[in-house]
């Protein structure tokens, strides 16, 4: 099964993506993760992207499809995956259709983490406040900027794949317990858990 998690900066994806892992033995393909790890080993993708990412903006659809393409092709990923931060423009999921159907596979269904915007900016304030270790894009104000990047690039998809019928919206601030359990009513039917 392939999977795409959507939903604006800070929403859960990752969370839920990981849980998905953990039970299901999908691989979370997570293109933010990915380009974080090749800004901190300072490969050439990593130095072309590092203030792209800073800033909030998105890394061309070339850089990302080529290396979720290569993602893919790995052996753990034979019985699907679970897309986490990709597809975010509409040429990616295009070329996300495109690159499954080369391989005889599919998007089975895209789930919608709904979160209002307040809520989205209170986490981030609640993390700084914590104190935690935090990313560099992880500031109020580029928060800002992730999510009218969102609203303008992003949440398009979501007529993309409604009109494909495969879009599912969840309520993204319930607790996560009762997101995840949303996610398995979906994915096995009413009768989960
Ligand atoms: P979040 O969902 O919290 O915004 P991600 O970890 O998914 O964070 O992405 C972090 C940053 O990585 C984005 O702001 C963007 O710069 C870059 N990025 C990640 N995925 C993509 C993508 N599919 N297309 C373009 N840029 C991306």
Not at 121 to 141: N, Q, W
Not at 147 to 155: I, P
Request: aromatic share 4%.
């Amino acid at each position: 099964m392939n999977l795409v998690l959507f939903g604006p900066p800070g929403a859960g994806k990752g969370t839920q993506a990981k849980l998905l892992t953990d039970k299901r033995g999908l691989p979370q393909l997570s293109t933010g993760d990915m380009l974080r790890a090749a800004v901190a080993a300072g490969s050439p993708l990593g130095l072309r992207v590092k203030s792209i990412l800073e800033k909030g903006e998105l890394v061309p659809d070339e850089l990302v499809i080529d290396i979720i393409g290569q993602r893919y092709d790995q052996p753990d990923c034979a019985h699907g995956a679970v897309f986490d931060g990709f597809p975010r423009t509409i040429p990616q999921a295009e070329a996300l259709d495109t690159m499954l159907a080369a391989r005889g596979k599919q998007i089975d269904l895209v789930l919608e983490l709904k979160v209002d915007d307040a809520v989205l900016l209170s986490r981030v304030e609640a993390r700084i406040k914590a104190g935690g270790v935090l990313r560099s894009d992880d500031t109020p104000e580029t928060l800002k900027h992730r999510l009218g990047v969102y609203y303008k690039n992003t949440a398009p998809l979501l007529d993309f794949y409604r009109a494909q019928g495969k879009l599912r919206t969840l309520d993204g601030m319930a607790p996560v317990g009762a997101v995840t359990a949303a996610v398995a009513v979906i994915l096995d039917g009413p009768t989960a858990g």
